[in-house]
Structures are given as structure tokens and as C-alpha cells.
């Protein structure tokens, strides 16, 4: 990854008429070796806010405090670990009128920040990367064949604006509005574009605050009285700033607006209710995913065909031993899926079947896992592959 990074910035180092670097630190000092060594390369100086460094020099170039030096065809390069300083470097660099386009930023471990600052163009190398650490294997771009091969070969090739509507934790109530009706929602709230909108007095005692724009990011609200509200807001204001499409490079989330959305709590969901992901293929619900503990750390999870009868295999979660009761409303959830998939070639729909008979709707997922998970026994990988 530290080549792809590098040679990125050694590209953009090419084409300008000289270099800043932004950091004067272990990692800016190791950056300037690399540009050091490269022909029709310029590093102007170093910037940084460290007082003892400051007016000092490195290798004849001078480290001075971050300045807008109105150099024509100059680029500014950031190199630093801390991805909090990474931003509060970037933010002062525009703050002083330098334009975002000549700010990049030269990363040494994979992170967020360092995919979403990623020429487009080394999408599929990354990707590739990533899956080969945890596989051992490399994909076949050319005729991908297994489920997690797909997975990651659509998350980069399939242009279709329904799945990021369907994705967005906000959007897609509309849509299954329109599909299903009102009744088979969680109750909503309320819904934001920023912390400082929310009346948290105007909030029922209990409640589930999220965001719409990625996996795994909600709160759980069981009695608001209890709650650091300060805390809350910080972590839901990191999550509104870090795109979900750059975490394992799922793009179709990229372009979802972030909200804050509230909805009701559902309560005794993660210690007595089952999440039922149906698996659906081609327009048709096949396998249903019986997932014990909602998600959370230690859960399990079974699979299911339609006639309820246990199979041999899992992804992901460890298997449940146990078999599950039958949900009582099974053909009902069946059947609304059936309604919701039929123009995909693959997805999962969610559901809740709770304690009062409710049905309720979850989410739309288009690549479970991310493709990034290993299936148990292996060559269910291949069979879920071929359902695609």
C-alpha cells in the first residue's frame, strides 16, 4: 500500500512545479528521500507548527510554519500518521487560501482518509490488496466466479443509482413506502443534517439514533436520562464525516448524502428477537440468514432454506448450533421480498418479525460483508457464487 501511496504522489510531484511538504516529521523526512531520488522533482521546504523545528533546516531545506507561499504549480503534501492531525494540517492549508486540489496527502497505513484521497484509477489494485490479506488468493477480475469475488467485482463496476438510494438508511423508507406500504416502517422520529438541529428534550425516553449513510452506525437509547449527549453528538459527527464508501471501497454508498436519522427502539431485539436477512437471487428469496443477537459482538447465525430446515454451512458468524423457531410470519416476509428483489440480480432484505406480530422492514444490503468474509465450508463461497 506505501508504494501505491507513493508513487501516487510521486505522479502529482511530476507534474508540478515544485513540492511542499507538510510534515516535518519521521514520516516527511522519509517522503523527501523518495522525491529526493527522482528526477524533475522540486521540494520547496518543509511546513510545520512544531515551534523546535521550526526556523531549523533539513538536508539544506528550510521547516517553517505553514504559509500560503502563492507559488503557481505548487502542490502541498501532507505527511503525517495521525489521522487528526492529517485534518487539522488540511484544514489550516485551505484556511490560508490554498485550493483542495493542490493539497494531497501521502499515507502509510490504509485507513479511510488514505482511500478516499485515492486516484480512482488504483481502486481495483487496493481492492485487491485488501482481499489477498485476508484470503490468501487474489480475485479473477476477468471471470470473478465465487460469491466474494462478485461482491467485490460489483462494488466496483455496477453504475446503478438505485443501489445507492437503497442503501441510504433514510431514502430507502421512501421507496419501501412506495413498494410495500407505511406499515412494515420503524417508527421515524426525526431526521437531521447536523448534531446542533436536535432537540434531544423532544425525544422519547428510548430511542435508536443512526446515521444513514453506512453499516454499524446507530445507538442504541434506552433511557435518555442516562445518556452523554456530548459523547453522542462527537460520535455521530465523526461517522457523518467519514464516507462508509471508503472503508472497504463500497461505492455505492459514496455519494448518499450523511443524515442523522432517530427511530424507534425496538425493544428486546438483541436478546430475544432474531434478525431473518433473506438472501435473495434473480427475483426470488433462497436462503433466509438467522442471525442471534442482532449484529453484535458474539452473536450467531444460521442459514435457512425456505422450508425452514437448517444448512450445513455459515458466513461470517459463527454457526448456531441451535435451530431456531420457525418465525411466525416467514411467508409473509418471504413473500414481501419477493416484491423487493425482483429487479436484482442479488440482494439481501432484512426483517424483524417481533413479539406483538409486527413484520418490519431492516435494510437493503448489496454486499453483505463486503464481500470480505469467509464462508464455512469453503466451497459455499462457489455455490452462492453460481446463485449470482
Excluded at 95 to 115: C, K, T, V
Aim: aromatic letters at 14%; charged letters at 30%.
Amino acid at each position: 500500500m506505501l508504494d501505491r501511496s507513493l508513487n501516487y504522489v510521486i505522479e502529482r510531484a511530476k507534474k508540478a512545479v515544485t513540492v511542499v511538504i507538510v510534515g516535518a516529521g519521521e514520516r516527511g523526512k522519509e517522503l523527501f528521500e523518495h522525491l529526493k531520488a527522482e528526477d524533475a522533482v522540486s521540494v520547496k521546504c518543509f511546513f510545520d507548527n512544531n515551534k523546535k523545528l521550526t526556523e531549523s533546516t533539513f538536508d539544506g531545506l528550510e521547516i517553517v510554519k505553514p504559509v500560503n507561499l502563492e507559488l503557481e504549480g505548487c502542490i502541498y503534501v501532507i505527511a503525517v500518521d495521525k489521522p487528526a492531525v492529517r485534518k487539522e494540517l488540511k484544514s489550516q492549508l485551505q484556511e490560508l487560501g490554498i485550493a483542495q486540489e493542490d493539497i494531497i496527502i501521502y499515507y502509510y497505513f490504509r485507513d479511510n482518509d488514505y482511500l478516499s484521497s485515492l486516484d480512482e484509477k488504483y481502486y481495483q489494485e487496493e481492492l485487491q490488496a485488501i482481499y489477498y490479506e485476508i484470503f490468501g488468493k487474489r480475485i479473477n477480475w476477468e471471470n470473478p466466479t465465487t460469491y466474494n469475488e462478485k461482491i467485490n467485482w460489483e462494488k466496483l463496476n455496477i453504475k446503478d443509482a438505485r443501489r445507492m438510494r437503497l442503501a441510504d438508511k433514510y431514502l430507502v423508507r421512501e421507496w419501501i413506502k412506495e413498494q410495500i406500504g407505511n406499515k412494515y416502517l420503524t417508527k421515524l422520529y426525526g431526521v437531521w443534517d447536523h448534531t446542533e438541529e436536535i432537540d434531544f428534550d423532544k425525544l422519547p425516553k428510548s430511542f435508536a439514533i443512526k446515521l444513514n449513510n453506512g453499516s454499524g452506525r446507530n445507538i442504541i437509547v434506552k433511557d435518555k436520562s442516562n445518556v452523554d449527549w456530548a459523547s453522542v453528538c462527537r460520535q455521530l459527527d465523526e461517522w457523518r464525516e467519514r464516507n462508509f464508501a471508503f472503508e472497504t471501497l463500497e461505492l455505492h454508498y459514496r455519494d448518499i448524502v450523511p443524515k442523522i436519522i432517530c427511530e424507534e427502539y425496538l425493544e428486546g431485539v438483541a436478546e430475544s428477537v432474531y434478525d431473518y436477512n433473506i438472501y435473495c437471487f434473480h427475483g426470488e428469496p433462497v436462503y433466509i440468514w438467522c442471525i442471534k443477537g442482532s449484529h453484535r459482538p458474539g452473536c450467531q447465525a444460521s442459514f435457512y432454506n425456505k422450508e425452514w430446515e437448517m444448512q450445513p454451512f455459515s458466513y461470517g458468524y459463527p454457526k448456531d448450533p441451535q435451530v431456531a423457531p420457525r418465525p411466525e410470519k416467514l411467508d409473509e416476509m418471504l413473500q414481501l421480498s419477493r416484491k423487493l428483489c425482483k429487479t436484482f440480480k442479488h440482494v439481501r432484505v432484512d426483517w424483524y418479525n417481533l413479539p406483538d406480530g409486527r413484520v418490519l422492514f431492516g435494510e437493503m444490503s448489496f454486499s453483505t460483508w463486503s464481500g470480505l468474509s469467509k464462508w464455512k465450508p469453503e466451497e459455499y463461497d462457489t455455490v452462492f457464487g453460481e446463485l449470482i
